[in-house]
Structures are given as C-alpha cells and as structure tokens.
C-alpha cells in the first residue's frame, strides 16, 4: 500500500455543487494531516490542516477517519476559482520530520 | 517580502552541464525542504535540513548535494544533468516539520 493515495480524477463538476475527495494513508500513527491546494504551473500552498476533531473553514470542511485511515475534503457551493489540484500530506509520526505527499486529486468546476 | 524564494525560476541546459538552485525563507523557519515535482506531478521529498543540519535524504543520486550555509538558506547543486533530471524543484520551509510553506518552484529543463 501506497503511503499516502488519493484519487488522480478529474472531478468536473458544476458550479454550486458539493464535492468529496478522500485520501487514504498507510502509518496508523500518523497524528496530523494537512490539505494543499496547487492551481497549474504554481507552488502547492496550505489550505487547511485536519486534526482529530476536523475542520471547517467556510465552505471547506475536513475531516479525519482514523479506523479506516483516511482523510476527506469537502467542498460546498463549488466555485469556479475552486478549480485546482488537491494534495493531502502526511507527516510522519517519528522525529524526521519528512512530509509526504499524495499524486493530488484534480477538480475542475464547469460553468 | 516574499517568504520563501526561490532562484532562477526557469533554468534550460544541455545533459552533463552542473546548475544550483538557491532558495532562502525570511520566516524563521527552522526546517526546509527540497522535493521534486515530475511531469506526473507527482510531489517526491528528496532533502529536508533543520537548523543547518541534514535529516532526511530520500536515496537522491550522488550527482545531487544540498548545501545549507545558515538555517534561511538552502542550495541544491546538480552535476553531470540527465533528461530524467527535467522537473520543477520546489524549496519549502516549516515551522515545525509539520505544515510546509513553499516557494514558486524552479522549473528545469534538460536537453
């Protein structure tokens, strides 16, 4: 099993829906989680990190599933600025600090 | 003001030449990174330093030594370029080896 799999997509979807993406991880003892939004030809930039309790920040909501090892992101009222590729990343749990990386899940909203 | 810089930002040249890459965070970061995005987009760790100090190294080839001269600093220099060599190399910095905050990226590009 992959450290950290996501699915590559592309999700379209139209503008103003919901959409769900999952990230699955292999380290049970992984302890945090963070997603990353990167738009085309550009650098990956924090978009929201996930904790045991979730997280929510206005229309994007994050939430952690520890038995079954996976992370979520859902976006509500999907707009068209949402269109980008998501990453989740995992640090490890040890003392290297080495983060790494899912492929990324690509969303593009369609008018 | 920018927090994670990177340079150049662009870089072509032939197979067998050597080039750096210098990247330098104004956040007071202790960690940063180097990792490498091929053209799958595939987002692969190859070097973390903290306080100046190498702790990971992602079984990089030899032809790839980074360089710390101070904790805001970090080079990679490449020898004897190959084709596989052809990505964007991103430089990241983290306040805790946790969240990454990353620079434009260096895209380059072997002939």
């Known amino acids: 099993r992959k450290e950290v799999e996501q699915d590559p997509g592309p999700f379209n979807v139209p503008e103003g829906a919901t959409v769900a993406f999952n990230c699955t991880y292999s380290n049970s003892a992984s302890q945090s989680f963070f997603w990353y939004r990167q738009d085309c030809r550009k650098e990956p930039k924090l978009l929201m990190s996930?904790?045991?309790s979730g997280n929510e920040d206005g229309r994007f909501t994050a939430q952690l599933n520890r038995a079954s090892q996976y992370i979520s992101l859902l976006i509500r009222d999907s707009k068209l600025s949402d269109s980008a590729t998501y990453l989740c990343a995992v640090p490890n749990s040890g003392g290297y600090q080495k983060v790494t990386f899912g492929t990324g899940t690509k969303l593009q909203v369609i008018p | 003001d920018t927090a994670v810089s990177q340079t150049p930002k662009y870089l072509v040249t032939q197979m067998g030449n050597d080039k750096s890459i210098k990247c330098e965070q104004n956040?007071?970061?202790?960690?940063m990174y180097w990792y490498k995005q091929d053209s799958k987009k595939f987002l692969k760790i190859m070097f973390s330093y903290n306080n100046k100090e190498l702790i990971i190294n992602e079984t990089v080839p030899n032809r790839f030594s980074p360089k710390s001269p101070d904790k805001a600093h970090l080079n990679l220099h490449i020898n004897s370029l190959e084709l596989g060599d052809s990505a964007v190399y991103f430089c990241?910095?983290?306040?805790?080896?946790?969240?990454?905050?990353f620079g434009e990226g260096s895209r380059l590009t072997v002939l």
């Open positions: 996930v904790y045991s």
């Open positions: 990241a910095s983290s306040p805790s080896g946790r969240e990454l905050f």
């Open positions: 956040l007071g970061h202790d960690t």
